[in-house]
């Protein structure tokens, strides 16, 4: 399957079930929300999941697409994305969750192909609060699935107060040989999936209360199941990815590593600026300069002569295209090419101040401090200029 198939497929199922599709929004949340971008396809469903009406019913499935600055050091391995999209499907007080957990395994079992012994699954073994997820165990060892209970890993949370319940999380095995151990135990089972029995809110006390309706929430990164289905090692050796990873490299060369951090970031910068963001020193705006600033710090690390204005047009078109945005390829291009020139006039300012006796040897964390408060040098960036 490619992309769209996959996608197809996902909405198809759930369609035929009676859910209505949502138009997956923008990565900007609306602004009575204090978050600076969308980080999970609920995340606009918030006040239904609460009990408000869905103007188009109970049964709700879509594709949003999502940006989590939480995992920035991360990215650079083989399967986070600071920008992705996330397949999602909902029951507002409607059907419960065993339900849900019924259709899941159907979907990947018939829809996508995935046969019973490459799954494994979680699910919450309750604590001082709650007690444990029996109604899920005992679905799942129905269905003939190997299944493990944990702790606060299964537990799904939107914040430190809000909508919030038990969740059983679905891997996949994605070792060469035969599966063995359990997700707790080998870093080779993936998760592709999770369902969430929303039914519990916390409030400011830490105390939980029921919500108004019980639903079900649950979420599928895209771009890890486009893997899982296309046998890739990583979410970069997908359709997905294969642009930017067959052009890049005869560009650039990078190690591993360097090369998907600016493939994430690029791409990612390139959606940000797509929803109308622009570089800034705050909010949202300093969420996209410090992506582009990163991309760029891997890029000169051994050439700085490299540039973005090097990209073809065809990638920042695909990106657009991909994540159905408007703007045009010339717009996205300028931005990043002025965010570089004006990285480029901070680096030769701060190569200067670098140069001082003062800053010679090993440098303190109040050396840190005064660089980043008095000439706007983040630490990272001081570090690289000191390699």
């Known amino acids: 399957m490619n992309t769209d198939d996959i996608v197809r497929t996902f909405l198809d199922f759930y369609r035929e079930?009676?859910?209505?599709?949502?138009?997956?929004?923008t990565l900007l949340p609306p602004p009575s929300d204090p978050v600076l971008f969308?980080?999970?396809?609920?995340?606009?469903?918030?006040?239904?999941?609460?009990?408000?009406?869905?103007?188009?019913?109970?049964?709700?499935?879509?594709?949003q697409r999502c940006l989590r600055t939480t995992d920035l050091d991360e990215i650079g391995d083989l399967t986070h994305l600071t920008v992705f999209e996330m397949l999602g499907s909902w029951s507002l007080g409607d059907y419960d969750h065993p339900q849900s957990l019924r259709w899941g395994y159907e979907l990947l079992r018939d829809g996508f192909g995935i046969p019973r012994e490459k799954l494994y699954v979680t699910v919450f073994g309750g604590d001082e609060q709650v007690g444990p997820d029996l109604e899920s165990l005992h679905t799942w060892?129905?269905?003939?699935?190997?299944?493990?209970?944990?702790?606060?890993?299964n537990w799904w949370s939107n914040g430190p107060v809000g909508p919030c319940g038990p969740d059983s999380e679905i891997f996949y095995w994605t070792g060469d040989g035969p599966p063995e151990g359990s997700p707790t135990t080998d870093s080779r089972w993936v998760e592709i999936w999770n369902h969430v029995h929303m039914r519990l809110?916390?409030?400011?006390?830490?105390?939980?209360?029921?919500l108004r309706q019980v639903n079900v929430d649950?979420?599928?990164g895209l771009e890890r199941l486009v893997s899982v289905l296309q046998g890739g090692r990583s979410v970069y050796e997908t359709d997905l990815?294969?642009?930017?990873?067959?052009i890049l490299p005869t560009l650039w060369v990078l190690d591993d590593h360097s090369m998907r951090v600016v493939v994430d970031h690029l791409r990612s910068s390139m959606a940000v600026i797509g929803d109308g963001v622009r570089p800034s020193n705050t909010g949202r705006g300093y969420v996209l300069r410090r992506l582009?600033?990163?991309?760029?710090?891997?890029?000169?690390?051994?050439?700085p002569s490299r540039t973005v204005s090097d990209l073809p047009v065809e990638l920042v078109g695909r990106t657009l295209d991909h994540f159905r945005q408007s703007l045009e390829v010339d717009t996205v291009r300028e931005v990043l090419l002025d965010e570089e020139r004006r990285f480029s006039h901070l680096l030769e300012r701060g190569r200067r101040v670098l140069s001082r006796p003062e800053f010679r040897g090993p440098l303190s964390e109040e050396d840190y401090l005064y660089l980043h408060?008095?000439?706007?040098?983040p630490r990272e960036w001081v570090a690289g200029l000191l390699r």
């Not at 079930?17 to 929004?25: A, C, F, K, L, V």
């Open 201 to 210: 809110e916390r409030g400011e006390d830490g105390g939980l209360v029921p």
């Open 373 to 377: 408060d008095t000439h706007g040098l």
């Open 38 to 63: 969308t980080t999970s396809g609920m995340h606009p469903l918030t006040p239904y999941l609460q009990g408000r009406p869905h103007p188009q019913g109970r049964r709700l499935v879509n594709l």
């Open 141 to 153: 060892r129905e269905l003939g699935l190997p299944v493990e209970s944990t702790g606060d890993e």
């Open 218 to 220: 649950t979420g599928m």
């Open 17 to 25: 079930r009676g859910h209505e599709s949502i138009t997956g929004s």
């Open 241 to 246: 990815f294969e642009p930017w990873m067959r």
């Open 292 to 303: 582009i600033r990163r991309l760029l710090t891997s890029l000169w690390r051994d050439d």
